[in-house]
């Protein structure tokens, strides 16, 4: 081959790549593996959840709202564990606590609880579709509570001027059972987005946590969730 002729091939293979190099760039990738295949493997998936808080307890609380974050352990078989913490602040509701009163008293309740639920779940996820799938979760709760209610009596002295007492509400720490199923959409391999429904059974027995009086002395619930997590 001379050496007109090898610069000519030069030239030729120089061209094949050129016009064939953006069809490189734009062809499809591979298809990815399904997302549902991820629930088979050991993994981890910390996430986030703000929750619409409903009362059992209507007649002594408002609707509250809570944060609460978990780390799931998962074994790589759609079974996993999970410890979770969270922050709720509970608002007393006004009317909650009656006194049989005279005319010249009048008793008001104000402030609330701050509750810390520290807990494990055990978690089981299964599949719907390709992006959707549930996790349905089980376990045992232990409620730190801070209160700041205060009830208000307001009442006529023997000299006819106002005066303001006050008395502060009790709330125990307490054993709780909690329950949780979220609708997860896979976005993508790591990041999914949550909406769920959760529920909590306050275990307390005690009674009578004001003046032979059990005033909001339930932390049982029904909770409206959202939020998001990251598997990997």
């Avoid at 780390?71 to 790589?76: D, L, V």
């Avoid at 089980?138 to 409620?143: D, F, I, K, R, T």
């Avoid at 009790?170 to 909406?195: H, P, Q, T």
């Avoid at 529920?199 to 009578?208: G, H, V």
């Amino acid at each position: 081959m001379t050496m007109r002729q090898k610069r000519a091939c030069s030239v030729i293979l120089a061209c094949i790549a050129i016009l064939s190099f953006p069809g490189a760039v734009l062809a499809a990738p591979p298809e990815p593996a399904p997302i549902s295949d991820l629930f088979y493997v050991e993994c981890y998936e910390p996430d986030g959840l703000l929750s619409i808080i409903i009362p059992a307890d209507t007649g002594s609380w408002n609707p509250s709202i809570g944060l609460a974050g978990a780390w799931t352990f998962w074994t790589g078989k759609n079974i996993g564990w999970a410890p979770r913490l969270g922050l709720e602040y509970w608002t007393i509701k006004d009317g909650a606590f009656e006194v049989d009163a005279a005319n010249n008293i009048s008793v008001f309740l104000d402030g609330g609880a701050y509750v810390f639920p520290l807990g494990v779940l055990f978690r089981y996820s299964f599949p719907w579709t390709e992006r959707w799938h549930a996790d349905i979760s089980a376990g045992l709760e232990y409620l730190f509570i801070v209160p700041t209610a205060v009830v208000h009596f307001k009442y006529k002295n023997h000299w006819k001027r106002w005066r303001d007492d006050q008395g502060c509400l009790s709330f125990d720490d307490r054993f709780a059972i909690a329950g949780d199923f979220d609708a997860v959409y896979a976005w993508n391999e790591n990041l999914n987005f949550k909406i769920g429904l959760g529920c909590r059974i306050d275990l307390n027995t005690a009674d009578n946590n004001f003046l032979a009086e059990n005033v909001g002395n339930d932390f049982s619930a029904v909770m409206l969730k959202a939020g998001m997590s990251w598997r990997f």
